[in-house]
């Protein structure tokens, strides 16, 4: 073999090139380099084309994509179709960045063998290599020229060229081009004949295992699109192409088992699949994932785990991870609970025009929390949300308008957005029987005012209970009940409602409808003026001071009465002046 190898090396090239094929093909890459080298060095574009596929490749040779790409360049110039085809590919993934009219680059010396970093996609060399390859026939070239016509930049983009390469690229058996040309048919078809073209289109690029074709395969078949219905064999599709690779596929394939619809469930195997997808860059499969860790389904709740995807998805600009995200920041789950950043990550998905997350922000801003927002955004959120019938948006509407909050103060428009929220919002009927009570923006109404009280505090609205139970007691809109006020009294009283003790204490003090306790009524005043409800402070100042369940403490009794007089409760201040001068 050996003389052979030494009678070769000083033979023509074309028997250099025979003989390197012999070893290549044999596996013996490092010998048959030399031998593509002498050939390639003679000018035979064959040969040429395998140089640069040895640099390309690693084989027989260290690794060199600008050695490669100046190789390939060479038998593309010199009418090798391979070359122009393979070179129109590196070109439109950024692999190589040359320009197809400049002098051949030769690569730095230190340099030969050094790891290339990819580039920006050369769309202008890959247009006139494909078409070189196209015009000579070759179904790749075709596909290439096609997708360029197609994905290019808009400048060379022409959607029907692209689709009559397609056509001729699948006539010749190119997988991708077969793809290509199911993609442009099916933007094109309006029958089931067309349907079905399109479906047997991805039926031959699937037979050549091109992932994104089996994919899509699935999707018809899943639906009978130009196929007969059939999810279980879309199923399968979906893991035949999962395990080559498509991410969307990993994506149905990891839901199919987390679900155990068509195929026998696994929660465990379909969130890998799903965690397969986000690490390959998927920010819908990161999100889903985060779902899985964050509500109760297959897998137990880790909101850690969610929060680490969801800021993943978020980051890469999935909106409702963003909302989920600040949704965690706001409750303290998986994450330490943190207002500002809860309010960054529910700003990013609002401003990207999440209506949830909008109204979430501006809830945060209404309460004081979340950094400052343009008021007049704040209402055009709730305003958009309302119209779209959100409840609890048209409820925060009212009270925008009420308070003027981004928008001029309209009671009227107020009680119409509060009548509508009050539909399904307890909140929204506690203010609106209030503005019925008050006659503020719509006609006084005691009875239907009562109603609505009714309804708030049924659903545990503390201040619907007092105001409910006022009217009770007073007969106000119905008919007077003192036993049923003195229960909604105590409801209140008992969820911390500072009015409602200090009612529980008068009600004590004048032994109206209650046995007189001025003990307890003292009590009562003593844990409302606590809670800081003035009247109470005055009333609990009055009582130390007269010392009437005890002997009178007048340093304690100005205590309260001046903490009274500061939240303006005028009656306070003869009753202060009245105590003992302080020693």
């Not at 959607?159 to 793809?179: D, F, M, N, V």
């Not at 003593?526 to 002997?551: C, F, I, N, P, S």
Request: aromatic share 6%; charged share 25%; net charge negative.
């Amino acid at each position: 073999m050996a003389l052979v190898d030494r009678f070769m090396s000083v033979a023509s090239p074309a028997a250099a090139l025979r003989r390197a094929a012999e070893l290549s093909n044999a596996g013996n890459h490092r010998e048959a380099f030399p031998f593509f080298t002498r050939a390639a060095k003679a000018e035979i574009p064959e040969a040429e084309y395998r140089v640069a596929r040895c640099y390309l490749e690693g084989t027989g040779v260290p690794p060199s994509r600008a050695e490669g790409a100046r190789w390939l360049q060479r038998a593309a110039r010199h009418g090798c179709v391979d070359a122009q085809s393979l070179l129109a590919a590196l070109c439109v993934n950024g692999l190589i960045n040359i320009s197809a009219r400049d002098p051949l680059p030769s690569a730095p010396a230190d340099g030969l063998f050094a790891a290339d970093a990819p580039t920006d996609p050369d769309f202008e060399s890959a247009l006139e290599w494909a078409r070189l390859a196209a015009e000579a026939g070759s179904a790749e070239g075709q596909a290439l020229l096609a997708y360029i016509l197609t994905c290019g930049p808009q400048s060379l983009r022409d959607p029907e060229l692209a689709h009559r390469w397609y056509q001729r690229s699948a006539a010749g058996g190119s997988p991708e081009g077969c793809l290509g040309y199911a993609l442009s048919l099916a933007q094109r078809t309006t029958d089931e004949a067309g349907r079905r073209e399109v479906a047997e289109q991805l039926r031959r690029a699937a037979a050549g295992e091109v992932p994104t074709a089996i994919y899509l395969l699935g999707v018809l078949t899943e639906q009978g699109v130009g196929v007969a219905r059939d999810p279980t064999a879309a199923a399968q599709l979906y893991r035949r192409a999962a395990e080559r690779g498509q991410r969307s596929a990993q994506v149905r394939w990891g839901l199919e088992l987390m679900a155990g619809r068509l195929v026998e469930q696994d929660p465990v195997i379909g969130e890998s699949w799903l965690r397969r997808a986000a690490l390959a860059g998927d920010t819908q499969a990161a999100a889903l994932v985060g779902d899985l860790y964050a509500r109760s389904g297959p897998l137990p709740p880790n909101y850690a785990e969610a929060a680490n995807w969801y800021r993943r998805a978020a980051e890469a600009g999935h909106t409702a991870a963003a909302r989920a995200l600040g949704s965690l920041y706001l409750t303290g789950a998986g994450v330490p609970e943190d207002t500002d950043e809860a309010a960054r990550w529910l700003r990013v998905a609002a401003q990207s025009g999440d209506p949830a997350a909008q109204v979430d922000l501006a809830n945060m801003n209404l309460q004081g929390a979340g950094g400052p927002e343009d008021p007049a955004r704040i209402a055009r959120w709730f305003e958009e949300a309302a119209a779209s019938g959100d409840l609890v948006a048209a409820f925060n509407l009212g009270v925008c308008l009420v308070k003027g909050i981004g928008v001029d103060r309209d009671e009227e428009q107020a009680a119409q957005w509060l009548r509508r929220a009050a539909e399904g919002v307890p909140d929204a009927q506690y203010m609106y029987g209030r503005m019925l009570a008050e006659g503020r923006g719509v006609a006084c109404n005691l009875v239907e005012a009562r109603a609505w009280f009714a309804r708030a505090a049924e659903a545990g609205i503390p201040d619907a209970q007092v105001a409910l139970a006022e009217m009770i007691e007073n007969g106000r809109g119905g008919p007077r009940n003192p036993s049923s006020a003195l229960k909604l009294f105590e409801e209140a009283a008992e969820k911390g409602h500072s009015g409602a003790m200090f009612a529980l204490g008068a009600l004590l003090a004048a032994g109206r409808d209650l046995p007189m306790d001025r003990a307890a009524a003292q009590s009562c005043f003593r844990l409302a003026a606590e809670r800081g409800h003035g009247q109470a402070q005055l009333m609990l100042g009055r009582y130390l001071a007269a010392g009437v369940t005890g002997d009178p403490d007048a340093v304690e009794a100005r205590r309260w009465l001046e903490r009274a007089i500061a939240q303006g409760i005028t009656d306070a201040e003869p009753e202060l002046a009245a105590l003992p001068a302080a020693i």
